[in-house]
């Protein structure tokens, strides 16, 4: 039973990881070129790299979680053990886009004082 | 058989909590849309982007607190049980999705606002170098 849940929550893990890793690498381009002020080259170099970063913390975390799980038996078990890991995953996920999110809005504001200077 | 009720009541809450983030989010980021451009004075580009981020970050976080509180950890023994529990744990997270829509309109009005202050305070200076003597020499 244990095997056939690490299964579907490495797949499942994998599957959102990718996902939005693969927006914020779509998305995220607009401010960092913003902030480089629109060197191309520079910024996608970057984006590259945070995105690497990105897929190593997170699906890390994800196999690192593998090894602290409990006997499964039966199937609701199965179930919550799975969602609830989940949903660790996915709140850490969140709590780290809204620091980027904040650390994009702290930069710009900096920005924005050395253009006024 | 109390095994089987618990699983009966978790996959009748995943489909039912995910639909329900689905639709609020949808709804929230279809309208915030116009708000992101007015707060970014009309670039259209960046409005529609941290748009999209903040949609993710909605859904992740709301999806991530459904699946971490989706556990019941007591047996379930017939089927008026498994109605309380499960309307309990729906009703429980249809009222903080509905404090996170809150927060996040207070978040767009606030910005609306910060950016209209913003605005009228350039066209206030504007007006005042207009207004403003030169110096006596």
């Known amino acids: 039973m244990n095997l056939i849940g690490y299964i579907i929550f490495l797949a499942v893990a994998y599957l959102i990881t990718v996902h939005v890793g693969l927006v914020?690498?779509?998305?995220?381009?607009?401010?960092i070129l913003f902030l480089m002020k629109g060197d191309v080259d520079y910024s996608d170099a970057i984006n590259r790299l945070l995105l690497i970063c990105y897929y190593l913390v997170n699906l890390g975390y994800a196999?690192?979680?593998?090894?602290?799980?409990?006997?499964?038996?039966?199937?609701?078990?199965?179930?919550?053990?799975?969602?609830?890991?989940?949903?660790?995953?996915?709140?850490?996920?969140?709590?780290?886009?809204?620091?980027?999110?904040?650390?994009?809005?702290?930069l710009s504001v900096r920005h924005k004082k050395t253009l006024k200077q | 058989m109390e095994t089987s009720f618990v699983a009966i009541a978790y996959f009748v809450y995943l489909p039912v909590v995910i639909a329900l983030t689905w639709y609020?989010?949808?709804?929230?980021?279809?309208?915030?849309?116009?708000?992101?451009?007015?707060?970014?004075?009309?670039?259209?580009?960046?409005?529609?982007?941290?748009?999209?981020l903040f949609e993710l970050g909605f859904y992740l976080l709301n999806v991530g607190f459904a699946l971490l509180i989706m556990e019941?950890?007591?047996?379930?023994?017939?089927?008026?049980?498994?109605?309380?529990?499960?309307?309990?744990?729906l009703g429980g997270y249809s009222i903080y999705l509905g404090l996170m829509l809150f927060f996040n309109m207070m978040l767009f009005f606030?910005?609306?606002?910060?950016?209209?202050?913003?605005?009228?305070?350039?066209?206030?200076?504007?007006?005042?170098?207009?207004?403003?003597?030169?110096?006596?020499?």
């Open chain 2, 110 to 137: 606030r910005g609306k606002k910060a950016s209209k202050k913003r605005e009228q305070d350039q066209l206030k200076m504007e007006w005042m170098k207009t207004q403003i003597p030169p110096p006596i020499k």
């Open chain 2, 72 to 89: 019941i950890s007591r047996g379930i023994s017939d089927q008026q049980e498994l109605m309380e529990v499960l309307s309990k744990k």
């Open chain 2, 24 to 52: 609020v989010a949808r709804t929230l980021f279809k309208n915030g849309k116009i708000f992101m451009v007015d707060i970014f004075h009309g670039r259209v580009e960046i409005a529609t982007c941290t748009n999209k």
């Open chain 1, 63 to 106: 196999a690192v979680m593998v090894s602290f799980w409990n006997e499964i038996t039966t199937l609701a078990e199965l179930v919550s053990s799975i969602t609830t890991m989940l949903g660790r995953l996915v709140i850490t996920l969140a709590i780290l886009h809204y620091c980027n999110m904040f650390a994009i809005y702290l």
């Open chain 1, 24 to 31: 914020f690498f779509r998305k995220g381009r607009v401010y």
